[in-house]
């Protein structure tokens, strides 16, 4: 990536796990940016016609990779911490959330791959709903008000 | 606020705008020569929302807000940002003209543009990605 000298601020960094949801978020914006910019030059110019079968992934990879994902990474990173230790919560509900995210989203592309195989659409949204659930009770009680 | 979030900001605001002027249109009857017209809008809209609205608007605040990259400089490369700015806006435009009037009327032109927005909306994407990479960065 970018090199530009001068280096070494450290004054509002983020949590590393906030770092793995905005990077994988990052990924996910390329990768579904690019199935978007293919879908789309495949509607002036047809390609093939198995470039459409890409459509179900450049929503998956838009919606929950890049802007849902975003948000749980800014989310973990901004909302309101405690006053003592762990000062951002239940920090393996928190991962747990992140690892649950990622392998829905690998199994929903699965799904395009490998459109024979039973039950792997299932089994990616019950990983994603597991994920949500487990960041919305992370992130429950870090909604509140100051100094609280 | 920097000028460039700024610009993306107004620019998303615009977008969300015009993507919920367009739902108004898709309500409407409409005789059979323009219906297939008014049925492309759909994608239009849609893209309007989450790239015009919901993307552009991350866009502008990631560069605003996330940690700074050095001393030198704070918001990485401002041509690279610009550069995004221009690219998605340029490439969103043009989607919105030729995705309906391809719809109506298939000709090289419409293809051309189309085939020009997802090239610019590609790279807009990228050059975001190489700007934010380097600043999102742990403690």
Redesign the interface.
Known sequence: MLRIAGRGLKKNDMPRLSVWFIRSALIYLALGFTLGGLLLANKGWPLASWMWSLLPSHIEFVMIGWTLQLVMGVAFWILPRFSREPRRGNMPLAWASYGLLNVGIALSIGITLFPGVTGLALLARLAQVGAVLAFAIHAWPRVKPAGA | MPPLTRWFIKSSLLCLVLALTLRVLQTGEYPDQIAPMISALSPVYFHLF?VGW??QA?FGVVFWMF????????R??ER?GWISFWLLNVGLSL?IV??PM?ALQSGWL??????S???A??L???A???????R????
């Not at chain 2, 990259?69 to 704070?74: C, E, G, R, V």
């Not at chain 2, 419409?110 to 085939?115: C, E, G, I």
Request: net charge positive; no cysteine; proline share 5%.
């Open positions: 989450m919901v993307t991350i940690p700074k990259y050095s001393l030198s400089a704070p990485g490369s690279l989607r030729a995705e391809n419409w293809s051309a543009l189309l085939v927005s997802g090239l909306q590609w807009a994407g990228l975001f990605v190489a700007n934010s990479w380097s999102v960065k742990e403690k």
